[in-house]
């Protein structure tokens, strides 16, 4: 086998990152990689700052290859490296810590700074860029404390920076050079709806500002323009544009310009040394939009594989990524000699639409309220198609143009499988359809999970689901999975999302917060709120009793006429003849009706009266049993079969690992009932297979499964992974249920939240990822301080003790007389 | 005045956005006080089947049925739709904290 090739990678953002994704898809062991990181983070998607900065999303959200991600793909990834020198003639590059690295071929993604005006003042603490995650976390603390803001720049991430800065409650304005915003993705008309709806929502926006200094003593206080006008501010963003990081090609030898110079194939002057991404230069342009830099790695993984392909500078289309607001541009939208121009316009609905075009081709369009058809007018521009037999209807979208009915998915309908409907992540209306068709997909997060269309920045959410109604007709019904509940129009994961992002911390308060539309709530949304405080808060959020279903409220099963069943916890389905003696006795002396074996191997007590609940609870605890938690929302039982302590089969200590688990694990609440079981060997007595989380003991270890069912659905469950020792698969399992505590929507087990989220991912987060099963394990440990106490102990003392005694007896017998 | 009036008990006695039980020989009544502060006694029985109310989640002026879920009107005893039927209202008069129910529905059922 001839030996690998070395690659070695300067800059580990997107660009390199997508390059190296699909290097690995069409040559997987062509390169050893190692990449050189500035950073001291993964790759993270930086188009999603926005979104973070508002409070929308989180950092991890945003991550698009954790370093799990590296490891498996055999990347040597150093962190806190930059590099200061690279020697073409001894083909090396070296570190700022002396690390030499030989390469044969090497790629440069430097990126690029943003730009600072060089204004008095712009050292001062306080001024920041709008770049990385280190910005955001700034203007997020900055934030906390309310006050003033000024944003320098009203482009496309100004823009995104202001609104951010907005809906973290600080007074915000913009101050933008130009006459009109967005001046080079909008026309002036588009720019100036864009001006009114962006002071609709309390920002200030001058524009023809032209800041002069910026004031302040040890700390900004403001900005100066040249008119004299100062705005006070504690914090000044300068968002003025990028300039590419090309110092280090330049010092190289390599051909610059404003950027690295390279050719259709990305690469520069040296023909081993390629470069990607906001560093380089190609045709006079430098580019800061994501799609052509995917573009340029594609080109870059065709070429280190083998096969040639070529950079095309085609047109490029933009979203402003603010909630709420919807505008596209696309192509070149300047009038000119020889051009014409369509123009729609519905000052009620807040549309405008504006087509350029010359002879018979789309040069340009901007689009501002209704966006539905860019990707068809896009498409038209990218092929240069010819319209002049559609041109009268040209404007009225695809809907028109056919001859057909409007409808809301025609525009869709009339895609070719090429065009693209995730800009983000390079995603075809071909390759969503045929992934809804062969995957069996029926939702959203199906469609995310699948093709990542739509999972990044989701400003084509809608494109995706008009295509879901496309594929499946009346088999989509968006509705049945989305809002929580009728009291709101938020998912769950939304609710989930916006609790952390808003620090939310009690029912009323995420009621009033996300606007519920109710006053308060409904026996649906106020058991989910609950949990999620309880999940998300340990220690800190205090249960509201109120919210909890009855069961959960006095740790008993209601059942059809009124009594109660209780159950009491047997450590891994163990029992003693002094638990069993006080159970008989417990059921003579209050009269219970029915006693029962459970499935998961625990005794139930059928029949009692709410009244006699704190009595049998006392004598149960005075034999040392504690509430089994059948009731809840929570770690119900761990099955096990009698392991090496008796079975001439058994290869491990089942029993002993399902009792260590439920004494570890019991008293956590879940977002549904967990299920949990141990079987000595292959032969399987336990059941695991088919629980939430099962174990498979075997000579060499533990298999670890999760995501059975067999209620509802009956389901196999997915091998997890297979770990050597018993500790480590108590950490393991503890590490998943943390996991699912903290992403499973209320009432989804454990199968349904992997289906939703990817086995995969979840295979990531809890085995590849030491450090991170690792924190997941401590948050577990954490939170269990504040729930290993015994429900019926606490209330055998005394706790809701109006829970179990009438408010009065009231008789009629004399007053009938 | 006519009526079957008894006292019952104290608004403190009953949590908030929650309920208590006041039992009688004639059958059980849930008095319930919402999160607003209002009180109101309803017959403890679901109309669909018999599932006692007074052990449902109270939200705004409503309780749902601990047993499937049917959603009753506090102050009316209606069923909220789709669901149809009603559950007999009892008359309550607060006097400071004091509730005072009329159980003369009640009773004369019973006789």
């Not at chain 1, 990678?9 to 660009?15: C, E, L």
């Not at chain 1, 050292?123 to 920041?128: A, M, R, S």
């Not at chain 1, 993984?301 to 603010?322: C, H, I, N, P, Q």
Request: glycine share 12%.
């Amino acid at each position: 086998m001839p030996a690998k090739q070395k690659l070695v990678v300067i800059g580990n953002g997107m660009a390199p990152g997508r390059a190296l994704e699909k290097l690995f898809e069409a040559a997987p062991d062509a390169f050893d990689v190692t990449i050189f990181n500035a950073e001291t983070r993964t790759n993270y998607d930086r188009i999603l700052l926005s979104p973070v900065l508002s409070g929308e999303k989180s950092f991890e959200d945003i991550v698009i290859h954790g370093d799990g991600w590296y490891e498996r793909n055999g990347v040597t990834l150093l962190k806190g490296h930059k590099v200061v020198a690279i020697d073409r003639a001894a083909k090396t590059v070296t570190s700022e810590r002396g690390i030499v690295a030989p390469y044969d071929k090497l790629l440069i993604a430097t990126g690029s700074s943003p730009v600072i005006i060089p204004v008095p003042g712009h050292k001062l603490p306080g001024v920041l860029t709008y770049r990385d995650m280190d910005d955001v976390s700034a203007m997020m603390v900055a934030a906390q404390s309310g006050g003033a803001a000024v944003v320098i720049g009203g482009g496309l991430l100004g823009l995104e920076a202001a609104a951010g800065l907005k809906e973290r409650g600080m007074n915000v304005t913009v101050l933008h050079l130009m006459p009109t915003l967005m001046e080079r993705q909008l026309d002036p008309t588009a720019g100036h709806m864009l001006k009114r709806e962006l002071e609709s929502r309390g920002i200030t926006v001058i524009t023809e500002a032209n800041t002069e200094e910026i004031i302040g003593e040890a700390y900004v206080e403001g900005v100066r323009l040249k008119d004299g006008r100062v705005i006070p501010a504690k914090l000044v963003v300068m968002a003025v544009g990028i300039r590419p990081n090309a110092a280090l090609a330049r010092e190289a030898g390599l051909e610059v310009g404003r950027g690295i110079l390279v050719d259709p194939s990305m690469r520069t002057s040296d023909p081993d040394i390629y470069a990607v991404g906001e560093c380089v230069e190609f045709n006079g342009s430098v580019y800061g939009l994501v799609a052509p830099l995917y573009e340029m790695a594609g080109v870059i993984a065709m070429g280190l594989s083998g096969r040639e392909a070529a950079f095309v500078d085609s047109a490029l289309a933009t979203k402003l990524k603010v909630t709420g607001i919807n505008l596209f541009s696309a192509g070149d939208f300047a009038e000119g000699e020889g051009r014409d121009e369509v123009v729609l316009r519905d000052a009620r609905a807040g549309v405008y639409k504006r087509l350029v075009l010359q002879g018979n081709r789309m040069l340009g369009a901007v689009l501002y309220g209704d966006t539905g058809d860019g990707p068809w007018f896009f498409q038209m521009i990218r092929e240069g198609t010819d319209v002049s037999d559609i041109r009268e209807n040209l404007i009225f979208g695809p809907a028109f143009v056919g001859g057909g009915k409007a409808d809301s998915g025609a525009a869709v309908s009339a895609l070719p499988d090429t065009a693209e409907i995730c800009g983000c992540n390079g995603v075809c209306k071909g390759k969503i359809v045929g992934a809804i068709q062969d995957g069996g997909l029926t939702s959203l997060d199906d469609v995310r999970a699948h093709t990542k269309a739509s999972a990044s920045c989701g400003s084509c959410t809608g494109l995706v689901e008009q295509l879901l109604t496309l594929t499946l007709g009346d088999g989509y019904n968006p509705a049945a999975v989305k809002p929580l509940c009728t009291c709101t129009d938020l998912s769950h994961a939304d609710v989930r999302r916006l609790i952390v992002a808003k620090a939310l911390k009690t029912v009323p308060d995420v009621m009033q917060a996300l606007e519920w539309k109710s006053s308060g709530g409904c026996a649906k949304c106020k058991p989910a709120l609950n949990y999620y405080l309880l999940s998300n808060w340990p220690g800190e959020y205090v249960d509201d009793y109120q919210s909890r279903f009855i069961n959960e409220r006095v740790h008993a099963n209601i059942q059809k006429d009124g009594t109660y069943s209780v159950v009491p916890r047997m450590w891994g389905g163990m029992t003693s003849a002094r638990e069993l003696r006080a159970i008989a006795d417990v059921v003579d002396k209050y009269d219970i009706p029915a006693v029962k074996c459970t499935g998961g191997q625990r005794i139930d007590m059928l029949g009692v009266k709410k009244e006699d609940l704190p009595g049998v609870w006392s004598d149960l605890n005075a034999a040392g049993m504690v509430s089994g938690h059948a009731y809840g929302k929570a770690l119900r039982t761990v099955k096990t079969c009698v392991g090496t302590d008796w079975c001439r089969f058994g290869t491990q200590d089942s029993t002993g690992l399902g009792i260590r688990i439920e004494k570890f694990m019991w008293g956590s609440w879940t977002p549904a009932k967990v299920k949990m079981a141990v079987s000595g060997c292959p032969r399987n007595c336990a059941e695991a297979t088919c629980k939430d989380v099962g174990v498979i003991c075997v000579d060499s270890g533990y298999e670890i499964h999760f995501a059975g069912a067999a209620g509802l659905d009956i389901k196999g469950t997915e091998v997890l992974c297979h770990v050597p020792t018993e500790d480590l698969a108590l950490e393991t399992i503890v590490a998943l249920t943390q996991l699912y505590r903290e992403q499973g929507h209320y009432l989804e087990r454990i199968y349904k939240w992997a289906k939703r989220v990817g086995i995969e991912s979840i295979r990531e987060a809890v085995v590849v990822d030491d450090e991170n099963r690792a924190a997941l394990y401590e948050r577990f440990v954490y939170s269990q301080q504040f729930s290993q106490t015994d429900p019926w102990a606490e209330r055998v003392d005394g706790k809701d003790a109006h829970e179990f005694a009438p408010m009065r007896h009231v008789s009629f017998r004399e007053a009938a007389e | 005045m006519s009526g079957l009036w008894r006292e019952v008990g104290t608004i403190g006695e009953i949590p908030a956005a929650g309920s208590r039980v006041v039992r009688t020989d004639a059958g059980d009544v849930a008095i319930f006080r919402t999160a607003q502060g209002a009180v109101h006694a309803i017959e403890d029985r679901c109309p669909h089947k018999a599932g006692p109310l007074s052990q449902g989640i109270v939200h705004g002026g409503r309780v749902t049925c601990p047993l499937h879920n049917w959603v009753i009107d506090l102050a009316t005893g209606g069923v909220i739709g789709p669901d149809e039927g009603c559950v007999r209202t009892l008359p309550l008069r607060l006097d400071g904290e004091r509730i005072l129910l009329d159980f003369s529905v009640l009773v004369r059922r019973a006789a």
